[in-house]
């Protein structure tokens, strides 16, 4: 349950492109199978602790003035602001000072389905003694969306607004619309005047201010188009919202980089040396389509061996992640490196990362890591490799099953054995559906 028990739902848009589909309806009251957006989101977060609801209202507001009244039915108190010209997504909330008072509040999006377990984020958010936290997270269309580029602690460096430019390379890190604010932040907000959160305020508080991305692999989806409102109801319908939900154990998929995902060129230290397997990034984007979350567990001794640093790393990863989503629309949902390596006396390394750690590889310290980030039940997820070092890692762990590829370093010999050896990423993928798919139907 979350502490943080105000939100503030910004719900004044005027739905242009659903109103060919629903007319006559404000944007917050278009039905999800039969209930408006809206009124998820008021069940799915009163269930866990929100307890005030002050809706900004626009276009059609009325609608849910009547529909949802003071809140009663639902358990709540629900409040509204009227604004008498459009304010933007930030600028009606400079005049909610008063109201909101001197505690922390979430910012929603009426037009927006999810299931996020609020309280992980808020204990980040306090953790970090941030002003603002921003909900992120992959998506199949990084490109057309706010990037938020964070450090490794989550601390925002920068926030680029879309469209992007053709040369701009970050990594697939989204703005998803869901925030947990300061009430000092109200006082940063220009009074009277339309302003966005991802295009006005963000990119000028990551340099003034403690701002925070919380990253997550949990359904969130905003339906701004009547193909997108479809996506909605179906995952809805199928249990998809609310299975990844983060109280819920997940299932995951670990994936080797080097010879599973790209070519082992042998230690990558420049993105333009980065090229795809043939059909990894379908076979990602197969993975995104399941109920498994697809992260990435590599070693990357570049660091030590001082030809590259964690930020030459971290670009890397932004061209293989933009290579997957221009490729197949493809996304991971995180990924874990180990920069170490613990033989030492060279004299080109880096000695501050030639060290015995705990994360790199045959150890299972960076999947040990994403479980307890994700909640996910090790015992039900498996790990796909080129090495006996990613099979004796998965092993370690405890994962359900391990798949060798015969790409990369698969066919050299090895006394770790796997569950199975495949062909490449497409093969195993294959494989572990099949096998999702006979246990859905033992289940």
């Keep these: 349950?979350?502490?943080?028990?105000?939100?503030?739902?910004?719900?004044?848009?005027?739905?242009?492109?659903?109103?060919?589909?629903?007319?006559?309806?404000?944007?917050?009251?278009?039905?999800?199978?039969?209930?408006?957006?809206?009124?998820?989101?008021?069940?799915?977060?009163?269930?866990?602790?929100?307890?005030?609801?002050?809706?900004?209202?626009?276009?059609?507001?009325?609608?849910?003035?009547?529909?949802?009244g003071d809140g009663s039915a639902w358990g709540v108190s629900v409040e509204y602001f009227e604004e008498r010209e459009p304010l933007g997504t930030a600028g009606a909330l400079a005049e909610l000072q008063d109201e909101l008072g001197a505690a922390p509040f979430w910012v929603f999006y009426a037009d927006t389905l999810s299931s996020v377990d609020l309280s992980r984020m808020e204990a980040h958010h306090r953790a970090n003694s941030a002003d603002a936290?921003?909900?992120?997270?992959?998506?199949?269309?990084?490109?057309?969306?706010?990037?938020?580029?964070?450090?490794?602690?989550?601390?925002?460096?920068?926030?680029?607004?879309?469209?992007?430019?053709?040369?701009?390379?970050?990594r697939n890190v989204v703005n998803a619309a869901l925030y947990l604010l300061e009430p000092s932040m109200l006082r940063e907000i220009p009074r009277g005047v339309a302003s966005d959160f991802g295009r006005d305020l963000f990119p000028k508080w990551a340099a003034s201010h403690r701002l925070y991305a919380y990253s997550t692999p949990e359904y969130i989806k905003d339906m701004g188009k009547p193909e997108r409102r479809v996506q909605v109801e179906a995952a809805l319908r199928q249990g998809k919202v609310e299975a990844r939900n983060l109280r819920n154990r997940q299932r995951a998929v670990f994936l080797d980089r080097d010879g599973v995902i790209?070519?082992?060129?042998?230690?990558?230290?420049?993105?333009?040396?980065?090229?795809?397997?043939?059909?990894?990034?379908?076979?990602?984007?197969?993975?995104?389509?399941?109920?498994?979350?697809?992260?990435?567990?590599?070693?990357q001794s570049v660091v030590a061996r001082n030809l590259t640093d964690e930020a030459g790393v971290d670009r890397i990863h932004a061209r293989m992640e933009r290579l997957l989503a221009d490729e197949a629309g493809a996304f991971v949902d995180a990924i874990y490196y180990c920069p170490h390596h613990p033989h030492g006396g060279f004299p080109e390394e880096n000695p501050a990362y030639k060290i015995e750690c705990s994360c790199r590889k045959p150890k299972p310290g960076m999947l040990l890591a994403a479980a307890d980030r994700f909640n996910i039940d090790l015992s039900s997820s498996y790990l796909v490799g080129d090495s006996p070092r990613d099979i004796e890692a998965g092993q370690a762990a405890g994962v359900a099953a391990t798949l060798r590829v015969r790409t990369g370093h698969g066919l050299k010999p090895s006394t770790a054995a796997p569950t199975v050896q495949v062909d490449d990423l497409s093969a195993a993928v294959a494989w572990i559906l099949e096998r999702e798919k006979s246990r859905t139907s033992q289940a």
């Design 1 to 68: 349950m979350t502490g943080v028990s105000t939100a503030v739902v910004l719900a004044g848009g005027k739905g242009t492109r659903l109103a060919s589909a629903f007319p006559d309806l404000a944007k917050p009251m278009v039905p999800v199978d039969g209930l408006p957006i809206a009124e998820h989101l008021v069940r799915t977060y009163a269930a866990q602790g929100v307890r005030r609801f002050i809706f900004t209202l626009g276009y059609r507001g009325n609608q849910l003035r009547v529909h949802f």
């Design 133 to 170: 936290t921003l909900l992120v997270h992959p998506n199949d269309h990084p490109y057309d969306s706010d990037l938020v580029d964070a450090e490794p602690t989550g601390r925002v460096r920068a926030v680029y607004g879309k469209p992007h430019p053709a040369d701009r390379e970050v």
């Design 262 to 299: 790209n070519v082992d060129s042998d230690l990558i230290k420049h993105p333009d040396e980065l090229v795809l397997v043939p059909g990894a990034a379908a076979a990602i984007h197969a993975l995104n389509q399941s109920d498994l979350i697809a992260v990435v567990v590599t070693n």
